[in-house]
């Protein structure tokens, strides 16, 4: 009888879409709703937590409906992250990102790079600004912050 041995952890993959937390605008799109990105100094802000079983991020979407077609669209996304008991801005980043859009059409936007995921950890706090950038056409609906990671399937509960 032949034996086998693993010599990697077993991993599972997790998704989880945070919504919108808070916003300077709000707008709907049919059934979706969302912070309105459409003048300078607008903001939608979306918070994300990491769980205690979070091994490794593997990806990171910022979910929009744009209002208007545009080649390109260029948002400001400023992240800041941090776990309890430390600063809210122990890590982060600041990008200008485009992406080309159609209007109406549900759209992400990597924001992975906007995240050092070498220094992201289990029980993490994330936040995520998304801004109208200044001189750009930016008009679109945030609804969100789409996560995707690994949890080993070995892991128990602290």
């Excluded at 009888?1 to 709907?28: F, G, H």
Aim: aromatic content about 8%.
């Amino acid at each position: 009888m032949r034996s086998t041995r693993r010599s990697r952890n077993l991993e599972a993959t997790k998704e989880v879409l945070y919504v919108k937390t808070y916003s300077s605008n709000d707008i709907v799109k049919g059934g979706f709703g969302g912070g309105h990105l459409a003048q300078e100094g607008d903001g939608v802000w979306i918070n994300c937590y990491l769980p205690w079983n979070f091994d490794d991020l593997t990806e990171a979407k910022l979910v929009l409906i744009p209002v208007t077609t545009l080649t390109p669209m260029t948002l400001r996304i400023i992240t800041n992250y941090g776990l309890a008991g430390e600063g809210y801005n122990v890590g982060g980043e600041t990008l200008d990102k485009s992406i080309n859009t159609v209007a109406d059409r549900i759209t992400e936007l990597d924001i992975a790079d906007c995240l050092d995921t070498r220094s992201l950890a289990p029980e993490m706090y994330i936040g995520v600004q998304a801004r109208m950038h200044a001189g750009q056409n930016t008009n679109a609906l945030i609804i969100g912050v789409k996560l995707r990671y690994n949890i080993s399937i070995y892991a128990h509960a602290p």
